[in-house]
């Protein structure tokens, strides 16, 4: 394929071209049409549909344009964050402008994939500007060569050690002084300690579910099965899911909290927030960035603003809850020891396996909107559909929303 922007889809382009009628004839829009309107030849546009070739980045600017799709559209595959930018037709330059950043901080966002500490929900505002989605910018990020390195060598240093975590025998953790522990301090350029007992909470998860599995092979072969074989291979096999899956996030979550974790004031500003319980605080009594920041997180719903009193969300809670383990590593602990029992502050109960099952459980990995699972709302609803009141939205984990696994 001729040099152009990297993952065009030409079948995508076809597709989209077959559904937009032509703003000139009464009919769908043509080749000849659709060369006519991006200046180009039926030829040129011929190659793109079928994969010979690939436009510049201003080409395909057009091109989504005439046909009526977003550029990430027809480019979903193999697409850097700097081709992103490429296909709204931006420079470096005009993007951290429209961002509000200096040119070399946002060329290390593109080169690294490393966001700015000092600008809480940096990501939304690139997902907004970019015209992409959560998961669209999520997929970028993880083509940044410096991101596919970080995670190969997390992937390879860390395999034997998750390994051993699901064998049987005592749980030994990652020391601190180990071999793997050092190299991952200096992939991640933090202490080996801030490693360790990050890979430990995960590993401590994986001996959960290798327990899970002893317990179901277990009923499989040694109990009078009052039930058919099949339904405890059903059941194990969900557990051998589970297990591949969350050995497959590692990387993830050692990437969002050592790399690209929520600044500091914002996450001791959520604990208070936590603390305060379902009343919440005046938001005079923090920043106006901090207040900005949180809810700029999560697409704004891990905070509710209302009357002048900030507050937590059903998210909010369930979002501070999960990632709580992972901050006491990364940040020292606000003013107080937390519970993590969200009913110690005047939380509602939440029941634990509909806690555990619930989309949030996980929503926390490289900046998940956790939206369009709970409540099936769109990325780009706007401020006033959320609810006013935090309380409002309790419902939702009994919801059928909340049974469903996460995504």
Known sequence: MARGVAGFDGSALREARLRTPCPDHPHMLTLSCLARHVGTSKALVLSYEHGRSSPSPQRLADLARVVGVPAAMLQPGAAQLSDLRAARGLTLAELAGRLGLAVNTYRRVESTGVLPKRRPGVFWDLAHTLHVDHTQLQ???????AVRQRRGHATSMLKEVLELALEAGPFQPLQDTSHTAKVLAGVYGVASSTVSKLVNILLADLRQLALLRAQWEAR?????HSRPTHLYERELKTVLDRIAEESARVPDILERYLVN?????????????YLAGPPGINASSLPASI????????NGYLVVNHLDELSLSLPGVLFFVDTLPYYRVVY????RVIRPDPQSYGWPS????????HPLRTAHVLGHDPRPHWDGGSWMTTRASRPSNPRESWTVLGSTHADEPPH
């Open 350 to 357: 939440f029941h634990a396996q509909t806690l555990r099952r």
């Open 261 to 273: 974790p929520m600044p500091q004031p914002c996450w001791h500003s959520l604990a208070k927030l």
């Open 332 to 335: 020292a602990p606000p003013e």
């Open 220 to 224: 499989r072969d040694f109990t009078a």
């Open 139 to 145: 997929a970028a990020f993880r083509r940044i060569p």
């Open 291 to 298: 207040v900005t920041g949180l809810e700029k997180a999560f």
